[in-house]
């Protein structure tokens, strides 16, 4: 069979198990070109026995070279959902994929949920681009280089913001029309204080290698009825933002430091890694594949508590977090105005528009080549159309976040 073919069928059982009706612990049979419907006097199949179809009983050797070769073959969205189509099929299939397909870091190419909350590539930029929606509140995160003219974009991330008494939320979530915290598509938010000069950014799961210490200030209460049991019960400072104040209202960009707590400074040292997050307990694979019928239905890890507690990251040691910066501009005397080298991503003059750099001392061996390389750059392109860029050691979830501090109203800042 050729892999054309494969590719095919493998299409086909996508479509067949988006068509899948879910009640309880049962399910109707799935067809390769039809809708599933009930028909009489036909034994309902659980789903536990799907995986002992003829799929699920390829020669080891054969299904990874056909993985293989179809993670090789598709490099780009929308074709690159029969990859997760194959992670779906059954468990063998699911856990050869797995194996397969690398890192944003390793291979620069987003596939999974999980690839939101990992480093980006070493070696070129990951570019995005966000879509402002003024009337709903809303923001976008696309994976691809500007906005497509079929609207075949793939969204990666979704934020609403949320205004409050005393500052404003930004709620992240997988899909671009649930944003409760109750849901498992729910990713963490980032807050702001009542100025909009200070950002912190909380995630919905515990980084890697930090340690997390309770604070009680911290803990909010919530009615069983307004949280699920079975969503995260915490919240984890992960990040902090600060925009440092213009008192004297001097013109010029805004100026920002970002400390990331779940990073180390060591991640850009020589021989350096970042923390890497292998699953999303809260959150099924299915959300990158096309299917409606599998929409925010996932399992959920149950953590038997109802109510939502933001933790704060504690470095564990002496170890230092990653601190960055905003790139200093350099003023253009015939312009008459601040500019920055976006390599032409950047084309509207705005003061979001930013470029991040690290901001390490001399003790910390960092490489001057390292300290010029730009983590994280953000600026527009047109009316409510903005790109993002970002690279090792930041995730797509991270530079997310702080992006979205850039759309909150600042006008101590400026």
Known sequence: ??????????????????????????????????????????????????????????????????????????????????????????????????????????????????????????????????????????FLLYYGLVPSENETDKLLLAAKRIRR????????????????????????????????????????????????????????RFQSKQVSPRVPACNYVVSTIAYELNVLRSRGPRRMHCTMNSIPVSAIQEGGNAPTPTSLPQVIDEHFSPSPALKGKGPVTDLNSASLTEL??????????????????????????????????????????????????PAHNVSAAEQEKVTLQFGKIGKDIFTMDYRYPLSAFQAFAICLSSFDTKPACE
Not at 118 to 129: A, D, L, T
Not at 173 to 201: C, H, M, P
């Open 165 to 220: 008494a005393t500052g404003t939320d930004f709620v992240i979530s997988l899909v671009a029309d649930e944003f409760s915290r109750s849901s498992n598509t729910y990713l963490g938010k980032l807050r702001s204080n009542f100025l909009g000069t200070k950002f912190t950014i909380y995630d919905s799961q515990p980084p890697c290698e930090a340690g997390i210490q309770r604070n009680s200030r911290s803990c909010r």
């Open 1 to 138: 069979m050729s892999l054309k073919s494969i590719v095919r069928e493998l299409k086909v059982m996508r479509d067949g198990i988006g068509s899948i009706s879910r009640r309880g612990a049962e399910s109707k049979h799935w067809h390769s070109r039809m809708k599933s419907h009930i028909v009489p006097d036909v034994t309902v199949t659980p789903l536990e026995n799907i995986q002992q179809g003829p799929w699920a009983n390829l020669p080891p050797e054969l299904l990874l070279d056909i993985i293989r070769r179809i993670e090789e073959s598709e490099t780009s969205w929308p074709a690159r959902a029969v990859i997760v189509s194959c992670a779906s099929v059954c468990k063998s299939w699911r856990a050869v994929t797995k194996e397969i397909v690398k890192t944003p870091e390793q291979c620069g190419r987003l596939t999974f949920p999980i690839s939101l909350k990992q480093p980006g590539s070493r070696e070129s930029p990951i570019q995005c681009f966000i879509r402002r929606n003024r009337e709903t509140s809303t």
């Open 312 to 361: 704060p990251v504690r470095n564990q040691g002496s170890v230092e977090p990653l601190v960055l910066k905003n790139k200093a501009p350099r003023w253009h005397e015939q312009l008459q105005c601040w500019c920055l080298n976006f390599k032409g991503r950047v084309t509207v003059a705005s003061v979001k528009n930013f470029q991040l750099v690290a901001a390490v001392d």
